[in-house]
C-alpha cells in the first residue's frame, strides 16, 4: 500500500515561507503529522516547499523513517506562461471546465505519469508527504484519484491511498 499525504505550502512572503508560515507550519506538524511514518518527501522545486516541510519536521520531531526526499517536476511546470494564461481565462480553481481543455489533459496525464513512475520507485509499502502548490496539487490529486478538491489553503492536504485499481482519495484535511 501507498499511502499520499498532499499539503500545500505555508504562507509566503517574497518566494519563501514567511515567519508566521513557519510558526504556522511548524504547528501543523506538531498537531496533525507525528506518527505518520513517512519514508518519502516529495517537493516541487520551488525553495518554499522545502522551508515548509522543514517545518512540519520539526513540529512533528518524528520524520526518523525518511529514506530520501525526491524532487518532482510533476508539481511544477515549466509551461509557466502557459499556466498564467490558462489562470487568466479560467480562474485557479480546478472545475469541470477544466477538464474539458486540452492543455490540463495534457497536464493530468503528464502528472499521472510522473507520479506513477516515482511512487513505483519508491516502493510498494510507502508512506509519502508530497509538498506543493495550488492549483498544481489539486490537479495531481485529479490525476490520480479522478476526484475534484476544492482549493487546498495554507497547509491545508488529502490523503490518497493505492488499491488495486489505483488510488483513492481517503480523506481531505481542512484547517
Known sequence: MVRIEFRRH???AKNQISSKGYNYARKIGA???RGHGYTHVV???MFLTAQTAGAFAEGAGDFVHIKETLISPALWRERVGEWVWFFEENGQKLDEKWLKDEFINDEVDRMRQ?????????????SLLLVG??????????ALTSKIVDPLKECEGVV???SNDGFYLESEIRL
Open 160 to 162: 490518497a491511498i493505492s
Open 133 to 142: 502548490h495550488a492549483p498544481f496539487l489539486e490537479l495531481a490529486i485529479y
Open 114 to 126: 510522473q507520479l506513477t513512475e516515482m511512487f513505483g520507485r519508491a516502493g510498494r509499502y510507502t
Open 10 to 12: 505555508s504562507r509566503v
Open 31 to 33: 498537531e496533525q503529522m
Open 43 to 45: 517537493l516541487s522545486p
